[in-house]
């Protein structure tokens, strides 16, 4: 599934995966981390800065956007969390526009 993701959406991809699961959801996670991770040259680009509580980009870095192709596993798996973050009641709104893309219902 090819999809489009902001810059922000892709740090919080990384931020969202949970450290435990079965052997599967850890190699399906893994791979979601390379094809999202932020390079040394994007930081630069991008000047991507970070504080205490907070994220801070250049303009240029906020309406940049990314084409990533996820396999249907990988969907799943973003879908699968977010819909865990869903149920518990742990959703923010820097998740909102992840739930549109993948559909979180």
Same mark, same amino acid.
């Given at each position: 599934m090819e999809t489009k993701i902001n810059l922000i959406d892709r740090i919080t991809i990384q931020s969202i995966m949970p450290e435990k699961g079965n052997l599967k959801? #850890?190699?399906?996670r893994k791979d979601i981390k390379k094809k999202?991770?932020?390079?040394?040259? !994007? #930081?630069? !680009?991008?000047e991507i800065r970070f504080d205490e509580t907070r994220m801070m980009l250049n303009q240029k870095g906020l309406e940049s956007e990314f084409e990533i192709e996820f396999t249907d596993l990988e969907s799943k798996e973003i879908k699968s969390i977010l819909n865990e973050l869903?149920?518990?009641? !742990?959703l923010t709104e820097q998740l909102l526009n992840l739930c549109e893309i993948f559909k979180v219902e």
């Open positions: 959801q #850890l190699i399906i999202v991770q932020i390079t040394q040259s !994007e #930081l630069d !680009e991008f869903n149920n518990k009641g !742990e």
